[in-house]
Structure formats: structure tokens, C-alpha cells
């Protein structure tokens, strides 16, 4: 019998397909060219942008928030030569610096372009960069957007700030851009839904939220957006709704919330608001990584704070898709999507870093849950020659190259074939996010 065994195994490992399946730790010679062949055909497949805000410098709603003074990261900053070969690529720029006079021309162009091209502007550069369709994360959806090739995704947040906001505004100067925004976004809502003011009980004020959502909902929203980490802990509670009912009606028509009521008051709203998710098949899109300006705390808004509402069984009919896959925690994060209902989406991540790290970024996405991640580049008009143009396309060339090396050092290493590396490919670029919203996009 034990030579009977003996023979069986030496048989085996003289198979070729199975004395070749054991993954290698270093990628050999031929990943340069396996590189090449993949960076050939992932250039062919179309984008899904899953996270973006479209729009012009001067437009409001491009974003529910305004960013305040900070720093940004080497490649963020204006001053990256990489912004010189998008202007080219894009508008036929002419020169090789974005100098004051030289960016005077790209400003002028693109307002060429808009008043000539009116509702196609848009749609033009994402036809340049072989995006499909791409996501406006935005405070309302600009008429300039073609709705056959933008979905609207919308702010919730402002609803957790229905009270007096003037002690939160005094935290920092971050604050006092912040929460003045969010004051507008809610009575925003209220208007649209014809609320003269605050409903005068809590029960008033759940219907309220509910019937924006679904009125969203049929204007075209795809999702929910929530950017809370810029305001508050993510360390979510689960108070009883007595609670938050008696914190609503005692400062509903005046006086100033403590912060534990504040709080409160938020964490059973917050947990309100991904149920309507579910209900209304919502995704919910959580900002989870590093943010703008000088007060933005990684420790209080870190993608595990939030991992105790990820994995409660009460909101396994919400989708979550997180938002910059909780970098510079991605490496923890991937593991958040072991959740069935958790997404990863990689916006921001293949703008703030180059190719090369993002490269190790995706690989460690790819080797661990690659069906669970989607593409998305976070562009912005974050001045007039440094628009959301310019970011699309940064961040385009970076998740394709970034993605091609990822995927070719795997196969050289055995980890999957050429074809099984194109699947994940087009997965992660396009099929993954598409299929989070039953044929409402494009």
C-alpha cells in the first residue's frame, strides 16, 4: 500500500500544471515583458470611475464642503510635471511648465472648450481616457453633466447636523468652514421638500430624512455619501432611540447640544440613515482614509473605528463601498471586504501616490479579496488649471500602469495566469462597481 502511495505521488509531481502551481516569492525575467503585454490590453478596457467630483472651479456644488488651507502630498501639488503631459494629452497644451503665463493659455482653452462644446465637455475627456461613466459625488447634479454618462451620488451627512452648530464650529478653523456648509446642505433639503422648518418631533424629523433619500433617489441617486470623519470621531455608539428622541426634542427649537449629546445624537442617526440603505438597496459610501486640511485627525477617523457597524449582522442588506480604501490603512482595510456587503475603492489612492507604490497598494487588494475592489480616481477642480480634467487623467495612467505591474509581478510569480490577471482587470476597472447598482448605470 505505502508503494502504492509512493508511486502515485511521483506520478503527480511529474504533471507539469500541478509541479508548477506553487506561487514564487520574487517575480523572474520575463515580468517586464508580461508587463508590457498586459499594460496592452488593460489600455483597451473601459473605465467605471466609482468615486469623482466633475465640475468647474466655480461651481458650488461640486463638493457638499470647501477645503480649508493644508498641505498636499509631492504629487498633489501643482508644481508636479506630470499635470504638464495631462494638459498635452487633453487640451493640446503647447508648452512644458504650467507657469502663470503658460497656464493662462489652458485656462482659456478650456473655457473655449465649454462654451463650444456645452453638455459634451464632460463626456469629451472621458471619451479621451476610455471612461465609460463616472460618478459625480456632488452636493447636486450640475446641468453641464450628461446624465447618460454621470450617476449622482449624494451627501447625508448634513442630516446629523440639524442643531445650534456653534460650539463644533469653534474646534478649529477647519470647523468654521465645514459646519456652515453643512447647515446649508440640510436646509437645502428642507426646501426640496417643501419643510418650512425642523419638524417639531422626532419621529417627524425620521420621516423627513427618509422621504429625501427616496426623493434622491428618483432624481437619480445611486448612493449616499457620507464625508463624517471630517467632523467627528468614527467611533459610531448604538444608543437607544429614546435617547436621541429627547436629545431632538430638547434642543430641536433652541440651546446648544453638549458634545456627548451631539454625539449621541449622531451615532443613532448615522446608524438610521445605512438602515434606509438597506431598505431602499442605497449603497452607502463612507469617506475612510486621510483627509484635507490641518485638523483632520487620522487617529479619530481610521478605517477599523468603523469596522463594529461594518460587520453587524442588522445591516447586511446595505452595501458599503469605502471610499479611498481607508489609506494610508489600506493594508487593514482589504480585510474589512471579508464582509460580503464591504467595498474598497481605491479614489485618491493612485492620485497621492506614484505608480510604483500604488503598485504595492493594489497588489496586496489583488492577492487578498480582488473581486471585492473597484477603480475610482477622486478627480476635483481643485483650481482653473489644475481641474478635475487633469486628475482624471492622473488618475487613469496611474491605476493603469500601477494596476499592469501589479498584475504582471503576480503572474511571473505564479500567483495567476495572463488570462485570470485580465479578468481581474477588467473586474476592478469596471464590472465589481457597475454591478453594486442593478443595471442603474452605465
Known amino acids: 500500500m505505502r508503494v502504492g502511495i509512493r508511486v502515485f505521488f511521483i506520478i503527480l509531481c511529474g504533471l507539469p500544471p500541478l509541479c508548477s502551481a506553487q506561487a514564487r516569492p520574487l517575480p523572474g525575467p520575463d515580468v517586464h515583458e508580461i508587463y508590457q503585454r498586459l499594460l496592452a490590453q488593460i489600455e483597451k478596457i473601459e473605465i467605471f470611475d466609482h468615486h469623482a467630483h466633475p465640475g468647474f472651479p466655480d461651481d458650488p456644488d461640486v463638493d457638499a464642503m470647501a477645503a480649508p488651507p493644508g498641505s498636499a502630498a509631492l504629487r498633489e501639488r501643482d508644481s508636479n510635471p ?41 463626456s469629451n475627456i ?178 477599523m473605528n468603523l469596522e463594529n457597524v461594518l460587520r453587524d449582522p442588522r445591516y447586511a442588506s446595505t452595501t458599503f463601498v469605502m471610499i479611498h480604501g481607508g489609506y494610508p490603512y489600506e493594508r487593514e482595510a482589504i480585510w474589512l471586504t471579508a464582509v460580503k456587503n464591504v467595498y474598497m475603492d481605491s479614489s485618491l489612492m493612485e492620485i497621492a501616490e506614484y505608480p510604483s507604490e500604488f503598485k504595492r497598494s493594489l497588489k496586496q487588494w489583488l492577492e487578498t479579496f480582488p473581486d471585492k475592489i473597484t477603480f475610482g480616481t477622486d478627480a476635483f477642480p481643485y483650481n482653473d488649471a489644475l481641474g478635475a480634467e487633469e486628475s482624471y487623467w492622473l488618475g487613469v495612467q496611474s491605476a493603469r500602469s500601477g494596476l499592469s505591474a501589479a498584475l504582471a509581478e503576480m503572474v511571473s510569480m505564479g500567483e495567476v495566469t495572463e488570462a485570470k490577471a485580465l479578468e481581474m482587470a477588467k473586474a476592478y476597472l469596471h464590472d465589481t462597481a457597475t454591478g453594486l447598482y442593478q443595471g442603474k448605470v452605465h
Open 82 to 122: 506630470e499635470l504638464v503631459t495631462a494638459a498635452q494629452a487633453l487640451f493640446g497644451y503647447p508648452f512644458t511648465d504650467l507657469s502663470p503665463e503658460h497656464a493662462r493659455w489652458l485656462v482659456q482653452k478650456k473655457a473655449e472648450l465649454k462654451r463650444a462644446q456645452g453638455t459634451r465637455y464632460f
Open 126 to 303: 472621458l471619451d479621451k481616457l476610455n471612461i465609460e461613466g463616472s460618478v459625480a459625488n456632488r452636493a447636486m447634479m450640475a446641468d453641464y453633466l450628461d446624465p447618460r454618462r454621470f450617476s449622482w451620488v449624494f451627501f447625508a451627512d448634513a442630516f446629523m447636523w440639524p442643531f445650534d452648530n456653534s460650539q463644533q464650529r469653534s474646534r478649529n478653523p477647519d470647523e468654521e468652514v465645514y459646519l456652515p456648509l453643512q447647515e446649508k446642505m440640510l436646509h437645502r433639503w428642507i426646501e426640496q421638500e417643501g419643510v418650512s422648518k425642523l419638524p417639531p418631533d422626532f419621529a417627524s424629523y425620521l420621516s423627513f430624512v427618509s422621504r429625501t433619500l427616496e426623493d434622491n433617489q428618483k432624481k437619480g441617486g445611486i448612493a449616499m455619501k457620507f464625508e463624517v470623519a471630517y467632523f467627528r470621531s468614527t467611533r459610531f455608539g448604538d444608543p437607544p432611540r429614546e435617547e436621541a428622541e429627547q436629545i431632538y426634542k430638547k434642543y430641536v427649537a433652541r440651546g446648544v447640544p453638549s458634545p456627548e449629546e451631539y454625539k449621541t445624537f449622531q451615532d443613532y442617526l448615522f446608524r438610521y440613515l445605512i438602515r434606509e440603505g438597506g431598505r431602499l438597496h442605497l449603497p452607502v459610501h463612507i469617506h475612510s482614509a486621510v483627509g484635507i486640511g490641518d485638523y483632520f485627525s487620522l487617529t479619530e477617523s481610521g478605517i
